[in-house]
Nanobody
């Protein structure tokens, strides 16, 4: 299973970005999909997860409702919409796939496959 993330960039505070992750080499509808992010010197942080059928999403309390995860099983794609961007959203964003558990998890060790990351930089 390969994950290819894209959509990052340099944006001004208040703007929006839509990150995408295309999955190949597996049955996408069998995968629970998540987004994590990481800033230099810090551990990777869970951002959002969506179940296989897209029916359930989950976000940690630390992530504001400016973040929305979605998926399109017909296109093997998971997306993360980030609105009203703030400088503290600056990070490398990673998509991840869990092929084994039937539920969702906040923990990165539960995820089998990872994309290469896409850089989001928000200027003030």
């Amino acid at each position: 299973v390969q994950l290819q993330a894209s959509g990052g960039g340099l944006v001004q505070a208040g703007g929006s970005l839509r990150l995408s992750c295309v999955v190949s080499g597996g049955i996408f509808s069998d995968l629970t999909m998540a987004w994590f992010r990481q800033t230099p010197g810090k551990e990777r942080e869970f951002v959002a997860v969506i179940t296989r059928d897209g029916g359930t999403t989950h976000y940690p309390r630390s992530v504001p409702d400016r973040f929305t995860i979605s998926r399109d099983n017909a296109k093997n794609t998971v997306a993360l919409q980030i609105d009203s961007l703030k400088p503290e959203d600056t990070a490398v964003y990673y998509c991840a796939a869990d092929s084994t558990s039937g539920t969702y998890s906040d923990y990165e060790h539960e995820y089998d496959y990872w994309g290469q990351g896409t850089q989001v930089t928000v200027s003030s």
